[in-house]
């Protein structure tokens, strides 16, 4: 299966990185099912940094060695994905033990749900049936070294 990694730069060796704001799983390397969305969020990179090119790097995942990980994986955004996602969110030093996490992702139109939740003028439930009416992509998150091993760099396809 293919995976992609957007980034201003071509990323052919991942690293599991700290994250400057709080993400829906924690810190590790990043990667989506969705070329367009890793494009995308190259695109939303370059405007903000005013840079004229970035890459969508693309990764070959190796199931087989995946198997053998300590996985997390969310079919849909359901209420264990929302307790999850605000744990990461809310709770300074969180830390989780799996090596992989996958569901999908909250993105611009789902944050703004979210601050509806964490402001009590919307419940768990109201939020979850939110949820459903978006078409939401997904992610997998890499979060231990051990992890990385599961996915081989296989090119990187510049964006301009």
């Given at each position: 299966m293919k995976l992609y990694h957007g980034s201003l730069e071509i990323v052919d060796v991942p690293e599991i990185r700290e994250p400057n704001r709080t993400l829906d799983y924690g810190s590790g390397f990043y990667t989506t099912t969705s070329f367009s969305q890793a494009?995308?969020?190259?695109r939303r990179k370059m405007n903000e940094r005013n840079v004229d090119y970035g890459y969508v790097n693309v990764f070959e995942l190796d199931e087989r060695?995946?198997?053998?990980?300590k996985c997390l994986i969310f079919d849909s955004a359901n209420e264990e994905w929302?307790?999850?996602v605000m744990m990461n969110r809310t709770q300074r030093g969180f830390n989780h033990s799996y090596d992989i996490v996958y569901g999908p992702v909250a993105n611009?139109?789902?944050?703004?749900?979210?601050?509806?939740?964490?402001?009590?003028l919307l419940n768990k439930q109201s939020l979850i049936a939110e949820?459903?009416?978006?078409?939401l992509v997904d992610q997998y998150l890499f979060h231990t070294p051990e992890s990385l091993e599961a996915i081989t760099f296989i090119e990187a396809k510049e964006v301009t």
């Amino acid at each position: 299966m293919k995976l992609y990694h957007g980034s201003l730069e071509i990323v052919d060796v991942p690293e599991i990185r700290e994250p400057n704001r709080t993400l829906d799983y924690g810190s590790g390397f990043y990667t989506t099912t969705s070329f367009s969305q890793a494009e995308d969020w190259v695109r939303r990179k370059m405007n903000e940094r005013n840079v004229d090119y970035g890459y969508v790097n693309v990764f070959e995942l190796d199931e087989r060695v995946m198997s053998g990980l300590k996985c997390l994986i969310f079919d849909s955004a359901n209420e264990e994905w929302l307790d999850f996602v605000m744990m990461n969110r809310t709770q300074r030093g969180f830390n989780h033990s799996y090596d992989i996490v996958y569901g999908p992702v909250a993105n611009d139109r789902v944050y703004a749900a979210f601050a509806l939740y964490e402001g009590g003028l919307l419940n768990k439930q109201s939020l979850i049936a939110e949820l459903k009416t978006y078409k939401l992509v997904d992610q997998y998150l890499f979060h231990t070294p051990e992890s990385l091993e599961a996915i081989t760099f296989i090119e990187a396809k510049e964006v301009t």
